[in-house]
């Protein structure tokens, strides 16, 4: 059969994949979801869910660095990657040899359609369809915030990062009714003291990843903005868009009714 990735390249599969390698964290534990633990062959360093079955499997270096000679000796039958999180030389590298399927995801529908792509690939599309049908039914219950909150996601500090318009993170915030107000910025904007004070923010929150905020670092902004609400985030639930939007509704309300509490 042949597939069209959400990149827009075709991908033709002979046979249902049984040697699989995944370069990107959240869609590897989807694979483990799906039940697909015997045929997943390879991860990156970077793949830590679910924790004790990724530690059998071999790792083939990080998202932006493939060690090349390990997924060849792996010889896998597919490679499942993201543009965003991969990086464009190395996944070039991996299509003149081997079927690479890639996602390209921005909103909580792409992420929901390359759920149901995977379990097609794979032929698990009972387990994928039935995982994506439970997750919109979970965001259909999540209530946010009225009126939104003018917010901002950082996502690294040294320098200050946030997070801009044309991500899964940004769409993700919309969900809670957070305003983003680097929204109009790059993807990722680099941003600077004073302008984080101009922007009269209510809510700062701060991401347990990539960049590990921790308690220290609230202080830090607190003096920047005294106004502003500020709390230390899962990374993974505003970001980790595979299985692990199952459980990013239920916590996502919290935090939204954390937040409403201390503004009031």
Known sequence: ????????????????????????????????????????????????????????KTIIGGTKNFHLDKIDELNPDLIIGNKEENYQEGIEQLQLKYKVWMSDIYTLDDALEMILQVGQLTGTEAKATELTQNISSCFELLRPAQPSIKTAYFIWRDPFMAVGKQNFI???????????????????????????????LQLILLSSEPYPFKEKHVQEFRELCPQASIKIVDGEMFSWYGSRLLNAPAYLQQVI???LQELS
């Open 257 to 259: 009714e954390e937040v």
């Open 1 to 56: 059969m042949t597939f069209t990735d959400q990149m827009g390249h075709q991908v033709t599969l002979l046979k249902s994949p049984q040697r699989i390698i995944s370069l990107v964290p959240s869609q590897t534990e989807l694979l483990f979801d799906l039940g697909l633990a015997d045929r997943i062959v390879g991860v990156t360093k970077f793949c830590i869910h679910p924790r004790e079955q990724v530690k059998q």
């Open 170 to 200: 940004d769409h993700m915030l919309q969900q809670c009714g957070f305003s983003n107000v680097f929204g109009n910025f790059p993807r990722y904007p680099e941003i600077r003291p004073a302008q984080l004070q101009e922007a009269d």
